[in-house]
């Protein structure tokens, strides 16, 4: 192994103890199994098309914001922290984190929701399960299989959500949802670590776009909490650093508090095994009951003003209507799709029907940048665009 690996506690998941790869292959010689999940997430192009995938602001509003990529690795930063505090895996919680967002359509939040409107009678469209069709069909890297052959632990781990009739399709990854029982710790850490970033992340950007201000977020207790700690300490401190200071130890705070809750619970409930953590009704990884309150108003406080203000709304409207526009003229006539993608559709058309050559169109569609998406609808409905 490259990288000296921290003893796991009895409740990580251990590589002793992986179902594997869906494709047998030899075992890595300098890295561990999750390390080489971890790797060819890395590598593959789904990773690369993140920079310019948005989170909450389309790409070409401002080259400040935090895209798919920054956020994903903010992520990934977060879980290992706490991973490395808890004896997970850490290499599998990197991993689980760097994919996740694999499968998001362009235009963030707005984009799946047109996405999955314009498939509702033609199978749906759910992110979650896209990122998990990223890694095991969409990328073509290898020559000896489809997608990345990832490991069922770093698959388990991307699917986070997954509808009842999807989950039936899927077998052995699917059975969690239909029998209620957990994914691994390193999963339920991807989630925890994604929602403190995203909370987190977001008040920084909307800060800087100006749609949320600091006087505002003083009514939030956790934000207060952390604001009435700073100004004291630094009494006319500017405000891009206020704003830094408030937010990064907002994080501490949220991680101090996941650590210590999960080793409660963990202790607590004493699994003896990854077995029987996917064993449980509940998760164990948990904050405490208060922290997990004040992360919450925070939640509601940037969904009412800051993914519903105007100018948002303004530019997820639009992202909208062109996500609608290219799904309604390529399902339509799929030959303005580029060669490979018609021939995916016409393959896919003849195995599945109409929702298969839907699906192939989603799956283009999934896969756009914001911005390639945008020249992408220039290209089919602006007459003065080169095509
Ligand atoms: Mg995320």
Redesign the pocket.
């Known amino acids: 192994m490259s990288e000296a690996a921290p003893a796991l506690a009895p409740c990580a998941q251990s590589e002793a103890s992986s179902r594997g790869r869906r494709f047998p292959e030899p075992p890595p010689r300098h890295r561990t199994e999750y390390q080489r999940d971890r790797d060819r997430i890395v590598h593959s192009t789904a990773f690369r098309r993140l920079v310019y995938k948005t989170q909450v602001f389309v790409n070409h509003e401002g080259d400040l914001y935090r895209t798919r990529l920054t956020?994903?690795l903010e992520?990934a930063q977060i879980a290992r922290s706490v991973a490395r505090a808890l004896g997970l895996n850490e290499p599998l919680a990197e991993a689980i984190c760097l994919a996740?967002?694999l499968g998001h359509t362009p235009f963030g939040h707005a984009g799946q929701d047109a996405l999955n409107e314009c498939m509702r009678e033609l199978g749906g469209f759910e992110h979650n399960l896209q990122s998990l069709r990223v890694v095991d069909e969409l990328e073509e890297r290898y020559a000896e299989f489809p997608g990345l052959n990832l490991t069922f632990e770093t698959r388990e781990g991307i699917l986070k959500h997954c509808s009842a009739a999807n989950a039936r399709k899927l077998g052995d990854l699917g059975a969690r949802f239909l029998e209620r029982r957990q994914p691994s710790l390193e999963a339920q850490l991807a989630n925890l670590a994604?929602a403190i970033a995203?909370n987190n992340h977001d008040v920084d950007d909307g800060i800087r776009a100006g749609l949320i201000t600091i006087d505002e977020l003083r009514d939030i207790a956790i934000f207060r909490r952390q604001y009435d700690l700073v100004a004291a300490r630094y009494p006319g401190l500017g405000s891009r650093r206020m704003v830094h200071e408030v937010v990064r130890r907002m994080i501490d705070y949220l991680v101090n508090d996941l650590i210590s809750a999960s080793e409660a619970s963990i202790a607590a409930a004493a699994p003896a095994s990854a077995e029987d953590v996917r064993a449980r009704s509940r998760p164990l990884l948990t904050f405490s009951d208060e922290v997990e309150a004040e992360h919450l108003e925070l939640k509601h406080y940037l969904r009412q003003h800051l993914y519903k203000h105007y100018r948002v709304l303004r530019m997820t409207t639009k992202a909208k209507r062109v996500v609608r526009a290219l799904f309604d003229a390529m399902l339509e006539d799929i030959d303005l799709m580029p060669t490979e993608h018609q021939e995916a559709a016409r393959r896919m058309e003849a195995a599945d029907g109409r929702p298969g050559r839907a699906r192939a169109v989603a799956d283009y569609i999934a896969g756009m940048t914001d911005r390639f998406a945008i020249r992408e609808y220039g290209r089919l409905f602006d007459p003065a665009e080169r095509t």
Do not use: I, K
């Open positions: 956020h994903s992520v996740h967002d994604d995203y």
